[in-house]
C-alpha cells in the first residue's frame, strides 16, 4: 500500500514538475507566443506601406530594410509595370517586405534608377528574395535596368519540400495563411506608372510581397517540424539555408520541366491548373510510380555457401534455368551458384550487397509507391569505364514521387556548376543540338514532294515557282527531271552540328583528365544528395566513397586494369 502511494506521489511531482515547465517556458516566452497568435489570426495585420519615389526616401528605407534583415535574411520579393500594345514598358514597382511587416514601394517609373543603396541590396547574395517566380521578376530587372538580383528563391519548391501542392501566390496564401489575394485583372493590369497610385494598388503591391515572407516562415517550419515548447524559438536560418540552397536562383519551370533528366524517364501527360482569379498555368511532371516491390532480397551463395549478394527473385531463377546455381532454400528464396565467382564479399563493400533492402523512400520512408533514383545521373554514368557501372547498384536509391521531383529540380544546380566547370552546356543551345535542320534543304524537299504528289492539282504558277525552287539549288541542271524530284524528296535536311557537346560525355572527359577522377565527379552527386535531401532511410553502410573503395579490393585482387584506376582517380602514377 505504502509502495502504491509513492508511485503516486511520484506521478504526482512529475505532472507537477512539467506543468510547472511549461508555465515557466509560456512566461518567459510571453511576447513571442502573443506576437505568434496574432500571426495566425492576422497575418498582415502587423503590416506597414512605404512608397519610395525619390532617391532620399529610397536611401531611408533600404537602410530600415537592411536592419530588419539583421536578424531575418528574407525579403518578399515583387515586380509590377504597364504592358501597352503588347509590348511590356519598364518595371514602373518594385516590392520588397521584411518580416517585420515594412512593404517598401519603389517607384521605379517615378526614381528612372536603381539608386545605389537598393542596388547593393539586391545583390546581397546573404538576403534571399522570395516569391513565385522571382527568377522572371529578377530577369526584367536586369533588362530594364542593368541590376542583378541575388539569391531569387521561388515558394513553389519550398510547397513542394514540404508536401504542399506548388499552386501560384493565390493558392499558397489561401492554402498556408488562410488569406484571400484579390487577383482581378482590373488591379493585375491597372496603370502602374499613374501620377499617384491607388489604395487598391497599393495593398494589392503590398500584399503580394508580405505573404512572400510570411509563406516562407511559415513554410520553413513545417520543413523542418518541432516540438510545441520549440514553436516560439527562432527559425535556425542556417539549416534552412543549407536545404534550400540547391534551388537558390534556379526557375521552378526549368526544374519540372525543363530536366534534362526527363529523356531518362517516362512522361505522362503535364497538369494545368487554372487559378480561379487568372489564367496562369502549371505544368508538372509525373512520373511512373512502382507499386512493386524492387527489393525481393533473395540470396546468392557461394558454392561453399558463403553469402554473396542479395539479389531480385528473377536474376535468382535465371541461374537457376541456365544451370548455373541451385535452389537452396524457398524462403528467402536462395540460390547457390555452380561455380567459383570471380569475387568474394569483402569488408564494408561486400556487407553493403549482402544486407536486405527496405523498400521505402530513403528520405522520407513513404512505403507506398517509389521511383528509382539514379543519385549519379545516367547521363554521367553511362560514360563512365564498365569496371565503375556494371554489378553495381549502390547509386540506385528508392523515393516516393514528391521526393523524387524535389531531388531532380535540386540536380539542375549541380548540372549549371559542372556545366561551367567543365565548359559543356546542357540546355537546348546550338552547341548542345547534335543535328541541326538546314532551311534550304527543307524547302527542296517540301517543293519537290509537292510536285512529286501533288503535281497535278497545282496551278501553272505555283507549279513554276515549286520548280524553280528545285533548280535554284541544283543549278547545273537545265530542267526539272523524274528523277530529280524522286531525289530531292527523300533528301537528308540535318546536317551535323559541328559545335556539337555532350555534357555527360564532356564533363566525364575533364573529370578522367583533368579534375582528379571519376571518383571526384561521383562524391560531388553523393554529397550534393545527402545535404539536399538529407535522407533519414538510407541502406546500412551506404558510403560517399564506396566505388573508391570498391575498386580498391579489386585492385588488390589484380580484377582491374591500371588505365581504369587512372581514369578513376585511384592510381595518378600509371601512364594510359
Not at 534571399?128 to 519548391?157: E, I, M, Q, W
Not at 493565390?170 to 492554402?175: D, P, T
Not at 507499386?291 to 540470396?299: E, P, R, T
Request: hydrophobic share 35%; net charge positive.
Amino acid at each position: 500500500m505504502a509502495n502504491k502511494g509513492s508511485e503516486v506521489s511520484k506521478r504526482t511531482l512529475v505532472a507537477a514538475a512539467g506543468l510547472g515547465l511549461c508555465v515557466i517556458v509560456l512566461a518567459t516566452k510571453r511576447d513571442r507566443l502573443l506576437n505568434y497568435l496574432k500571426r495566425i489570426r492576422d497575418p498582415l495585420g502587423h503590416r506597414r506601406i512605404e512608397v519610395v519615389q525619390n532617391v532620399d526616401d529610397c536611401h531611408r528605407v533600404v537602410r530600415e530594410l537592411k536592419e530588419h534583415c539583421n536578424k531575418f535574411k528574407v525579403l518578399g520579393f515583387d515586380c509590377e509595370w504597364v504592358t501597352v500594345g503588347g509590348t511590356r514598358r519598364p518595371t514602373a514597382l518594385l516590392q520588397l517586405s521584411s518580416e517585420k511587416g515594412l512593404c517598401a514601394l519603389f517607384r521605379l517609373c517615378c526614381i528612372k534608377q536603381i539608386p545605389k543603396s537598393l542596388r547593393e541590396l539586391l545583390e546581397d547574395e546573404n538576403v534571399l528574395k522570395v516569391g513565385v517566380d522571382p527568377n522572371g521578376d529578377a530577369k526584367k530587372l536586369c533588362h530594364d535596368y542593368g541590376v542583378g538580383v541575388a539569391s531569387t528563391f521561388d515558394l513553389r519548391f519550398l510547397a513542394a519540400m514540404t508536401g504542399r501542392k506548388p499552386g501560384g501566390l493565390a493558392n499558397l496564401s489561401k492554402a498556408v495563411l488562410n488569406v484571400h489575394l484579390d487577383k482581378n485583372w482590373r488591379i493585375v493590369c491597372s496603370d502602374w506608372e499613374a501620377t499617384e497610385l491607388t489604395k487598391t494598388q497599393l495593398h494589392y503591391a503590398a500584399n503580394d510581397a508580405m505573404v512572400a515572407v510570411e509563406i516562407f516562415k511559415i513554410l520553413s517550419k513545417e520543413l523542418f517540424p518541432r516540438h510545441f515548447w520549440q514553436l516560439f524559438t527562432k527559425i535556425d536560418f542556417e539549416q534552412i539555408l543549407q536545404r534550400i540552397d540547391p534551388f537558390l536562383e534556379i526557375s521552378f519551370k526549368e526544374g519540372y520541366i525543363n530536366s534534362p533528366l526527363k529523356k531518362n524517364t517516362k512522361l505522362l501527360a503535364a497538369d494545368t491548373k487554372k487559378d480561379a482569379n487568372n489564367t496562369r498555368k502549371f505544368q508538372a511532371r509525373r512520373y511512373t510510380t512502382r507499386s512493386k516491390a524492387l527489393y525481393d532480397n533473395c540470396l546468392l551463395e557461394a558454392p561453399d555457401g558463403e553469402l554473396l549478394c542479395t539479389i531480385d527473385k528473377r536474376k535468382a531463377q535465371w541461374y537457376v534455368e541456365r544451370n548455373l546455381g541451385t535452389e537452396v532454400n524457398a524462403e528467402p528464396y536462395t540460390v547457390r551458384l555452380n561455380f567459383e565467382p570471380a569475387g568474394r564479399a569483402e569488408g564494408d563493400v561486400g556487407k553493403y550487397y549482402q544486407t536486405p533492402k527496405e523498400n521505402q523512400c530513403v528520405v522520407c520512408g513513404h512505403k507506398e509507391a517509389y521511383i528509382r533514383k539514379n543519385v549519379v545521373p545516367r547521363e554521367y554514368r553511362k560514360h563512365f569505364p564498365v569496371v565503375m557501372k556494371t554489378h553495381t547498384s549502390h547509386d540506385v536509391l528508392l523515393l516516393c514521387h514528391p521526393c523524387h521531383q524535389i531531388s531532380n529540380i535540386s540536380d539542375m544546380k549541380i548540372r549549371h556548376k559542372l556545366s561551367s566547370m567543365c565548359d559543356a552546356p546542357f540546355t537546348q543551345e546550338e552547341c548542345s543540338i547534335k543535328y541541326k535542320e538546314v532551311p534550304e534543304l527543307k524547302k527542296l524537299r517540301s517543293a519537290a514532294r509537292a510536285l512529286l504528289y501533288h503535281g497535278d492539282k497545282l496551278n501553272e504558277a505555283r507549279h513554276r515557282e515549286l520548280e524553280s525552287v528545285v533548280l535554284d539549288y541544283y543549278k547545273e541542271e537545265p530542267k526539272v527531271t523524274l528523277e530529280l524530284l524522286q531525289l530531292s524528296a527523300e533528301i537528308d535536311t540535318k546536317s551535323s552540328n559541328e559545335n556539337y557537346c555532350n555534357h555527360g560525355e564532356k564533363v566525364v572527359q575533364m573529370f578522367q583528365t583533368k579534375l582528379g577522377g571519376l571518383i571526384e565527379l561521383e562524391k560531388i552527386w553523393r554529397v550534393h544528395f545527402l545535404q539536399t535531401m538529407q535522407p533519414k532511410f538510407l541502406p546500412t553502410l551506404w558510403d560517399v566513397n564506396h566505388n573508391a573503395n570498391r575498386l580498391e579490393i579489386r585492385a588488390n585482387e589484380g580484377r582491374v586494369d591500371k588505365a581504369d584506376l587512372k581514369l578513376a582517380g585511384l592510381a595518378s602514377d600509371v601512364e594510359i
